[in-house]
């Protein structure tokens, strides 16, 4: 979407008006058609070095767009731009900062980034893939749907670079379906619900009007790293109920929540049953979801439902709970076990926690750790490795949060 030359002079005015007491945060998503803006007014804050204010997150997206071939007249992105292979997406955090995702060597590219934004008030975070496969994707599919799809779906692109479709119905078989009648690929990530908002696909559309189809006036609610931390949340966390595990009872368990436009969830129920004690459990998970990106309409935040199905598999229980991943190695040897866990590493140096005797409690999926102390741990899914000397190290990261024994992310 583009953002005219009046409109930036406008948006500068305001800024200049409203005094040195607030700024406008500005939230970037994307759509079919490109990158939009949203402008919330905010408190200033200051760094920690000589009460220094920080750039806006708009000032690094307007740099940034620079950077990828915008004009003055035109700041934002769209499709026909010259993207790096490394650059997946963007978007504000709840830092209040621009978070870059990309796709390589994010020491490297921080880097360069810096000298090429003209500064570090960023951060960066891994992507599934670049921009220019979602692109092709996205237009892939929407070929294949107007050629053999009439059914109801909506999608969005993600700034981690997967393609989320929601279908309409509440069996797994309309995903298979799909997949293997419409369009699959890699970085797609289905979901189903009972009722949608309706995007109605049909042969007899012409081309603008598929095109216009597409322009996203409306975001669904996104958990914090995406679907698949999500995924990850739910499966580290669920703990299966003795008696339901006993009687040998699975299945999944179909819920629906109300994520307010704070990014809460609220109003959690029960939409397909299962088993009294699979529900409580799968009730428990949701509940315990840490804050959500909310919704908007017309880059307005606003209260959304959600749907989400909570699959309950025994084999894969058992083999989350059986599998031993090797000790993580810290300075001169193996981590030493404190409050009950020592750390765990996984093949791509991932972190997580395990019991004494070695059983698997937090399945490895951070970048950083530290030692749990009195029931939590300070960990971080993103940062790097800094030496002090030649035989110690320290992590340096942005985003340090902590969690309890179960995973769970705790204030």
Known sequence: MEISRVTM????????????????????SYSGTGYTEQKHEEENFASEEEGAVQEP???YFERLSYMFGADSTCVGMTDDMNFPEWYSGCFVNDRNRLTINVVGDTVEIRDALSQQLGGNEFDLDIGVCSIKEQIKTRQLLRSAIAK???????????PDGTIDICLQGNNDSIISNFKRDVFDAPILRFTLADTIGLIS???????????????EHETTPQFPGGY??????IYDNLNYPQSAYDKNIQGRVVLQFLVRKTGEVDSVKIVKGKDPALDAEAMRLVSGFPRF????????????????????IIADYDERQSKRYPAFHFDNGDDYVKDGMYRIVDEHGRIGYAEENGNTVITPRFKCAFPFEYGKARVSDSGEKRRYDTEHWYWESDGWYYIDKTGRKID
């Open 293 to 312: 990106m909310p919704a908007t309409f017309d880059l307005v935040p606003v209260d959304r439902w959600l749907t989400l199905p909570i699959k309950f």
């Open 201 to 215: 696909m049909s042969n007899q559309v012409d081309h603008d009007s598929q095109e216009e189809m597409y322009i």
């Open 148 to 158: 053999k799809y009439n059914g109801d779906l909506t999608s969005g692109t993600k």
């Open 9 to 28: 002079i406008l948006a500068f005015a305001i800024l200049l008006l409203s005094g040195c007491s607030k700024s406008y945060k500005n939230v970037v």
């Open 57 to 59: 997150a708009w000032t």
């Open 228 to 233: 698949a931390a999500m995924l990850s949340y």
